[in-house]
């Protein structure tokens, strides 16, 4: 037998290299400019400001509120994206007829597809700036992806302990109550939980758009060339996404793993 | 005999659990100012029906269509010459990182000397910081440091995802059959001779995939980036929302989703055609 030839392969991994120089081209960087002396001087001398964090009692009080307000975000974000994301899955499971169907699942869809910082942008227009908005922005993002592994859920859990409260006449709220939502709860939470853990990391960077908590903190730092002030806002930030990551590969094996 | 309960048994425990939790969000909600009726207020109701009216018909006008291609093909070079650049800067972090090169690892079923393991800890500690800072944040850095435009976003692409790289490519060469390697290494080959015979044949195409995975996360990346002025989609649409044109929002997010999508295809293709 003959092996199948190899051409195809060179020719794309040929194409890729094509693919990588065209971009620097296309888009004019000259990282022989960007390395040379002058340049990386200038980088290392801002970089420099950054490596004398402010550790001063004030600067340190605004960063807790910040981060509360950052992981409150995130809480309530998940929180009310749950809720809305459960009333979307109902109808996206099929249970109130084909058309509603396909309505929620568009509907999720859609939610789903814009990323967190284009919701958190459009948000800050339509309700101002300020951590309500980075909140809703959440909402609406978590809810598409919430509501859609939500009705995956409903739609593989066994439907015989909510035919037999509704044979026996329960009415459909406590066939669902108590047919459906027991067996899909655990199941709920954790990806609730999951996506929570996201939204934490999120929340701290919607602020650049004007969305409160520890981002928008570090934009306004920035922006006023207070680069000590900036690194101990960045400082906080990589502790935030370590701490959550150390607490949930935790929590994980603790709970998932046997 | 068993009387049926009219009413749900543990309904009081849940309540007042309910309540509890509601207790514990009382703080939450205050932090967060949650407040959807803002959304509702006739001026901001006003504003926000317009924008959305506007959405209808997308716009297409010859001029603005030019400059949508261009600012797509920027977010797709942007996120091919930061994933160039991260492999760059991941390939010596993973092996600097990795223990499959040890010498000392060798002749000890696999575990490295203390002091071996302590010489890795700077580069491992480099790329968990590298990775964890969010690529936005290294954005808004490199946006400060060398200006508005692509580049800063190839650079904050490059940094996060060599973190990423480097982290993952060292625990796949980890992951591999060690033998071959410690078989060249103590015949007296080089390590990169050892590595590029012994590990990256069979290392190469777990590498590859998780290449092209992570290519398509930077193009979703290299959008988002844009809003902090790293140039690309992301920044059109930033400029776009400011001057509440609905219209150009509408085609740029409409091209935001084709991009993903194509961007799906374009990995599965790759996928299959290399692996």
Sequence with gaps: MKAPSRWPTYALLLALLLAVVASFRFLGIDLGSLLSGDSLQQMGQYAAGFMRPDFSPGHLKAITQGTLETLAMSAMGTLLAALLGLALALPAAGRFGALALHLTRLILNALRAIPELVWAALMVLAAGLGPNAGTLALALHTAGVLGRLFAEALENAPNEPAEAIRLSGGSAVAAFCYGTLPTVWPQLLAYSLYRWENNIRMASVLGFVGAGGLGQMLYVALSLFQEAQAATVILAMLLLVLAVDALSGWARQRWVSH | ?275
Excluded at chain 2, 5 to 22: F, T
Excluded at chain 2, 70 to 86: H, K, P, V, W, Y
Excluded at chain 2, 206 to 211: G, P, R
């Design chain 2, 1 to 275: 005999m068993l009387s049926p309960a009219r009413h749900d048994p543990a309904a009081l425990p849940r309540l007042l659990l309910s309540l509890l939790a509601l207790l514990l969000l009382w703080p939450g909600l205050q932090l967060s100012e949650l407040n959807p009726a803002v959304l509702l207020e006739p001026n901001n109701a006003a504003n926000m029906g317009g924008f959305l009216a506007d959405f209808w018909p997308p716009a297409h006008d010859r001029e603005f269509l030019s400059l949508l291609g261009r600012a797509t093909l920027e977010t797709l070079a942007i996120a091919t010459a930061g994933m160039a650049l991260a492999l760059l800067i991941a390939l010596p972090a993973a092996l600097l990182a990795s223990r499959a090169l040890s010498l000392s690892a060798v002749h000890r079923g696999g575990r490295p000397a203390w002091w071996a393991r302590l010489a890795r800890w700077p580069v491992r500690s480099l790329l968990i910081v590298l990775r964890s800072v969010p690529e936005i944040v290294w954005a808004l850095l490199f946006v400060r440091a060398v200006g508005l435009g692509p580049t800063a976003g190839v650079l904050a692409i490059a940094i996060t995802y060599a973190g990423m790289l480097g982290k993952v490519y060292g625990e796949i060469f980890e992951s591999q059959d060690p033998r071959p390697g410690h078989a060249l290494m103590v015949a007296g080959s080089g390590r990169l001779q050892a590595f590029a015979y012994g590990i990256l044949p069979s290392a190469s195409a777990e590498m590859l995939s998780y290449k092209v995975y992570r290519w398509e996360c930077a193009i979703r990346a290299s959008v988002v980036m844009g809003f902090v002025g790293a140039g690309g989609l992301g920044q059109q649409i930033d400029l776009s929302m400011r001057m509440f044109a609905g219209g150009e929002v509408a085609s740029m997010l409409l091209t935001f989703l084709a991009l993903v999508l194509l961007a799906d295809q374009i990995s599965r293709l790759l996928r299959t055609r290399l692996l």
